[in-house]
């Protein structure tokens, strides 16, 4: 499956922006959605995720000002982002896993969007 990430932009601090992620097929198969993030010079990290049961979980450095969702009619994962912070400035990626037809488990990532936020 292919992803297509967007949403990402410039804010001040205690901003907000809404992060999308385009699946290329139905989503409703998939059995996980989340997103990552990578800030300049630091590893990946896990932000949030969402099983297709509709439960969530999300990292502790963003519980509580963000929600990730998805819309299985649109194919589309979303990430609203409350509350901005400068530690926040990364690119954000989307990714999705689940089984293949053949019964391989796999994991797919986007392209990235990059948020800034500015103090």
């Known amino acids: 499956v292919q992803l297509q990430a967007s949403g990402g932009g410039l804010v001040h601090t205690g901003g907000s922006l809404r992060l999308s992620c385009a699946a290329s097929?139905?989503?409703?198969?998939?059995?996980?959605m989340g997103w990552y993030r990578q800030a300049p010079g630091k590893q990946r990290e896990f932000i949030a995720q969402?099983?297709?049961?509709?439960?969530?979980s999300y990292a502790g450095s963003v519980k509580g000002r963000s929600t990730i969702s998805r819309d299985n009619a649109k194919n589309t994962v979303y990430l609203q982002m409350n509350s901005l912070k400068p530690e926040d400035t990364a690119v954000y990626y989307c990714?999705?896993?689940?089984?293949?037809?053949?019964?391989?488990?796999?994991?797919?990532w986007g392209q990235g969007t990059l948020v800034t936020v500015s103090s």
């Open positions: 990714s999705a896993a689940g089984y293949s037809d053949s019964g391989v488990w796999f994991t797919s």
């Open positions: 097929r139905s989503i409703v198969s998939l059995t996980v």
């Open positions: 969402i099983p297709n049961d509709g439960t969530t």
